[in-house]
């Protein structure tokens, strides 16, 4: 394996560790903390930085399957950060997240999860 996917994949691992702590720490609380807000940035920073990465490394296409559903989550990844950054310059830290938002959060990351998982498995499986 290239080293560029190497790195892009433990990238993309980092960033599921930091969406992780930042979806589960919101979802629980329904604020938005600082703690909130600095792990959904960093994720969403390590996700783009993955993304280039598996695109450069990668001898296929970057229009495949597998990568339509991981630019869909990184896309979905990318309104909720805009959003909880708007919540935050519009009402300041431990606001409550509205219910909409809080919903949107979770299906997100629920998406961008699987997304994680078919191009996990995808590496198994060759």
Request: no cysteine.
């Amino acid at each position: 394996m290239k080293t560029i996917l190497i790195i892009g994949a433990t990238t993309v691992t980092l960033a599921l560790i930091s969406y992780s702590i930042a979806i589960i720490s919101e979802q629980r609380s329904r604020i938005v903390s600082k703690k909130v807000l600095y792990f959904l940035s960093i994720g969403w920073i390590l996700d783009v930085a993955a993304t280039i990465m598996m695109i450069v490394g990668s001898s296929n296409t970057p229009f495949t399957l597998h990568g339509a559903i991981g630019y869909s989550a990184l896309l979905l990844m990318t309104i909720e950060t805009y959003f909880i950054w708007r919540l935050i310059i519009n009402n300041g830290y431990n606001v409550e997240v509205p219910k909409k938002l809080h919903i949107y959060s979770r299906l997100a990351y629920i998406w961008w999860v699987a997304a994680y998982i078919t191009g996990s498995l995808l590496v198994f499986i060759k």
